[in-house]
Every structure is written in C-alpha cells, then in structure tokens.
C-alpha cells in the first residue's frame, strides 16, 4: 500500500515508519510524511519562539501542582529507565557535556557564588551533619585517596602551595597571629605535652632541638655529636 506526501510529494509505504498514525487520515495517517513533519515543526518553533515560550510558560504557572505531581509519579515509576538513560546519555555527550558546563560556569561565576553562600548559610547544620556522617562511614576509603592523590600531585600541591603563601603572605601572618593570641593556653599546653614526649622518647629531633639552642649549627650536628648529646643526658639522669 503506497501513499503519496503532501510535503516532499514522494510515494512511500504507507507504514508507522513513514507516517504518523491519524484515524481520520487517508489508510489512517497523516498527510505529510515524519521527515515533512518534523521540518515543518522545527520551522515553526523557530518562527514562533517567543509566543511558544510564554505560552508554555503561562501553562507552567496555571498547572504547576498538577505537573509536579505527574513529574514525581513519572520518576518513581521509571526510576530504573530514567537512570539506565541518564548513564548512557552521559557517556555518549561526556565532552559535550563538559563543554557546556565550563561555559555556564564562566558566564554565571557571580551568580553561581552568591547561590552557594546562600544555600551554605540557610543550610549549614544539615551540611555539618552529612559531612560528619559520610567522613565517619568512609573513614578508610578518604585517607586512601588522600594519600594516593598527595602521592600522585606532590610537585602540584608544593607549586599551588608556594604560589599561594607568595599571593597572600599579609593574610596568612595576620591570621596566625589572630589564631596565636585567641588559643595561647591550647597552643602552651600542647608544645608542653609535645617536649614532654619527645624528651621522654629522646629522639633525634629532640636532640638536635637542644643541640640548636646551644648555637650548633646544622652542618656540626654529626651522628657523632648526637650520640655524644644522648649519653650526656643519660648520664644526668643517673
């Protein structure tokens, strides 16, 4: 069975695959053929887009409940379909997608900072509590990747390091001394416990404190020395 298109006015089968279905069409389709269709379609939106917008926009506001509600009843009932979609989607266009979103970032840097401060602030207890509870839950799992992606970037996190020092000497001086002057108690007691420890242990680093504070420098701290420091103080002690 053969129908002719009133777009193109080419012969074709008369099946779904050439013709959308309309009852009260000729053989039951639609006059023009899928291909006229979706050209006259795409004209036509590009022709009309402001009065399509508002009118889909008006339609929005008038039936918001009612489309949120078929939203949330589509996605609970074809959550699997939705998901397997999304994935796939995502792995075809993944350097489309990349591109799209560095692109809305540049253009709405300001008005993407100003959301975040916003959410941080109306949300901060709830976001405390996530972070704290994933941190617990995934102790293991984070130092890993931590110590693998020091591992990996050292030279970069030593570069990004410096660089900022360098950037914000000013800062940093005034906030350690902010931090100094706030938690002198803290800060006392725990370089008290430190030296405690390290002089319990009698360490290398212990010694070689005490061996800078009598004017050694550096080069004259020879295994020798130490190891003369340490029988001293044994020595002392007895």
């Given amino acids: 069975m053969v129908k002719t298109c009133t777009g193109c006015h080419k012969e074709l ?3 779904t695959d050439n013709f959308c279905i309309r009852p009260l069409g000729k ?9 006229c269709n979706a050209e006259y379609a795409k004209k036509y939106q590009q022709e009309n887009k402001i009065r399509l917008a508002e ?9 918001k409940i009612k489309l949120l509600k078929y939203q949330r009843k589509y996605v609970q009932e074809n959550k699997i379909k939705l998901l397997k979609y999304q994935r796939k989607y995502v792995q075809e266009n993944k350097i489309k997608l990349d591109e799209n979103r560095k692109k809305y970032v540049q253009e709405n840097k300001i008005k993407l900072l100003k959301y975040q401060r916003k959410y941080r602030q109306e949300n901060k207890i709830k976001l405390d509590e996530n972070r704290k509870k994933y941190v617990q839950e995934n102790k293991i799992k984070l130092l890993k990747y931590q110590r693998k992606y020091v591992q990996e970037n050292k030279i970069k996190l030593d570069e990004n390091r410096k660089k900022y020092y360098q950037e914000n000497k000013i800062k940093i001086a ?3 001394k902010k931090y100094k002057e ?3 108690i ?3 007691k725990y370089y008290k416990k430190y030296f405690q420890e390290i002089k319990e242990n009698l360490n290398g680093q212990y010694l070689k404190i005490l061996l800078e504070k009598q004017g050694f420098s550096k080069e004259q701290m020879t295994p020798e020395i ?3 420091k340490l029988i001293l103080i044994k020595t002392k002690r007895l």
């Fill in 186 to 188: 803290k800060i006392a």
């Fill in 226 to 228: 130490i190891e003369l």
């Fill in 13 to 15: 089968a008369a099946t």
């Fill in 55 to 63: 009118r889909d926009k008006k339609y929005y506001q008038e039936n």
């Fill in 174 to 176: 005034k906030h350690n």
């Fill in 182 to 184: 706030k938690n002198k």
């Fill in 27 to 35: 053989f039951g389709f639609a006059a023009k053929c899928k291909k």
